[in-house]
């Protein structure tokens, strides 16, 4: 114990005649706010950890008050979840959360849509196809910025919807008019039946019209 204030009589010693008057006051007056930030000296020196003489004690150009109140970033580090984007250019440039590194939950971060994909890092489909921008680049290998990959008329997203063939499923149903599951959205002319891919070209099987995006099934051959 009598080391423990022999070493706190030192620490005092070593403090000036302000700073001792400075800690007195933010004792005695907590309310005091010296770098008007909303924010008073005593909460930004005992609770935030901030500098009570700069509102902005990060320098990421948001104030330590709106950092704390508004944002629920970290008013101590200019970059809150190491996205690689300073909180102020998310906040005010490009609208995204400082908070969360993948503010749209894509599976993409911010600095990678906004840098790398170019797609919406607030929107998680960006070409509003039904598959998230992640799952795109990370599974499909589809293009998240054009919801027809392939140029076949037919969504990446509703090719790769599995679809019943017809009213029972069954894939002879005679003048069928709809679409085939598992088309593949990275080629233009084919489709899966019974999760094989078939060539439209040939003339044998059923095939997809593109361009009016009707499938024409009658006794085995396209018409």
């Known amino acids: 114990m009598w080391k423990e204030i022999e070493k706190t009589t030192k620490y005092l010693k070593k403090l000036n005649a302000s700073t001792m008057i400075l800690i007195a006051l933010v004792v005695v007056v907590p309310g005091v706010d010296f770098d008007n930030d909303d924010l008073s000296t005593y ?4 609770i935030h950890k901030t500098n009570p003489f700069n509102p902005d004690s990060d320098f990421d150009l948001i104030l330590d008050n709106m950092e704390i109140m508004i944002y629920s970033s970290n008013p101590n580090i200019n970059d809150s979840d190491s996205d690689g984007l300073t909180d102020g250019d998310e906040i005010s440039r490009y609208y995204t959360d400082p908070s969360s590194k993948d503010t749209d939950g894509d599976g993409l971060t911010d600095k990678y849509e906004l840098f790398e994909s170019l797609t919406n890092v607030t929107n998680p489909d960006t070409d509003n196809d039904g598959l998230t921008d992640g799952a795109e680049i990370k599974i499909h290998k589809t293009d998240p910025n054009d919801r027809d990959t392939d140029n076949d008329h037919l969504s990446d997203g509703y090719e790769l919807i599995p679809r019943a063939i017809g009213p029972s499923g069954g894939e002879t149903v005679e003048c069928e008019e709809g679409y085939y599951v598992g088309s593949d959205p990275l080629r233009p002319n084919t489709y ?6 078939i060539s439209l070209a040939d003339s044998k099987n059923s095939c997809i019209k593109p361009f009016c995006g009707k499938i024409t099934k009658r006794e085995g051959y396209c018409t």
């Open 192 to 197: 899966s039946i019974s999760g094989g891919d």
């Open 43 to 46: 909460s930004e020196y005992f």
